[in-house]
T-cell receptor
Framework: AQSVTQPDIHITVSEGASLELRCNYSYGATPYLFWYVQSPGQGLQLLLK??????LVQGIKGFEAEFKRSQSSFNLRKPSVHWSDAAEYFCAVGAPGSARQLTFGSGTQLTVLP | DTGVSQDPRHKITKRGQNVTFRCDPISEHNRLYWYRQTLGQGPEFLTY????????KSRLLSDRFSAERPKGSFSTLEIQRTEQGDSAMYLCASSPGDRGRYEQYFGPGTRLTVT
């Protein structure tokens, strides 16, 4: 069965610092990969996705993620964090070719210090 | 594009009552999904529709839960005889589902509290 691990429950960074959120997955083949962000009381907003091709993916709000097949990882990065980035971040995987049923990690809560 | 909408945003009900939630997907999105999210966890898949056909159901979807998508447009999720364990955020998502467009777009969710 597929699974997603986000090892960091909570991360605190200072505004302007760089950010990396970790995501590891377990899946039989190379899945489709997604990062979502959720602000308090809100639904999930798609930041970026990886289906195939270039392993470095650019997303919205200045985020990027790198797919590493050998490590079964899809880490999210941002070079300079803004206070508005404080939120919860979820990594998700879906079946290649359809992504009908997403499996989510348990999330990483990001706090940004002024 | 108005996004996925859900109604109501909040629902408080007493144990044993029935509740129904509505989801309106992004227009022309063929696929519609329901997820449940409890505090401190990521969303868990419940069920999926391709147009009006319900094609997948999670084992989390007990026989007290039923979902419909008549005419392949909006969807409803009904929970009968609610239990305190049903308290959660219920999220709806939609996706085009064709030509490689598989990403899911989520609504704001309906927060259910069972007292």
């Amino acid at each position: 069965a597929q699974s997603v691990t986000q090892p960091d429950i909570h991360i605190t960074v200072s505004e302007g610092a760089s950010l990396e959120l970790r995501c590891n997955y377990s899946y039989g083949a190379t899945p489709y990969l997604f990062w979502y962000v959720q602000s308090p009381g809100q639904g999930l907003q798609l930041l970026l996705k990886y289906f195939s091709g270039d392993t470095l993916v650019q997303g919205i709000k200045g985020f990027e993620a790198e797919f590493k097949r050998s490590q079964s990882s899809f880490n999210l990065r941002k070079p300079s964090v803004h206070w508005s980035d404080a939120a919860e971040y979820f990594c998700a995987v879906g079946a290649p070719g359809s992504a009908r049923q997403l499996t989510f990690g348990s999330g990483t809560q990001l706090t940004v210090l002024p | 594009d108005t996004g996925v909408s859900q109604d109501p945003r909040h629902k408080i009900t007493k144990r044993g009552q029935n509740v129904t939630f509505r989801c309106d997907p992004i227009s022309e999105h063929n696929r519609l999904y329901w997820y449940r999210q409890t505090l401190g966890q990521g969303p868990e898949f419940l069920t999926y529709f391709q147009n009006e056909a319900q094609l997948e159901k999670s084992r989390l979807l007990s026989d007290r839960f039923s979902a419909e998508r008549p005419k392949g447009s909006f969807s409803t999720l009904e929970i009968q005889r609610t239990e305190q364990g049903d308290s959660a955020m219920y999220l709806c998502a939609s996706s085009p589902g064709d030509r490689g467009r598989y990403e899911q777009y989520f609504g704001p969710g309906t927060r259910l509290t069972v007292t």
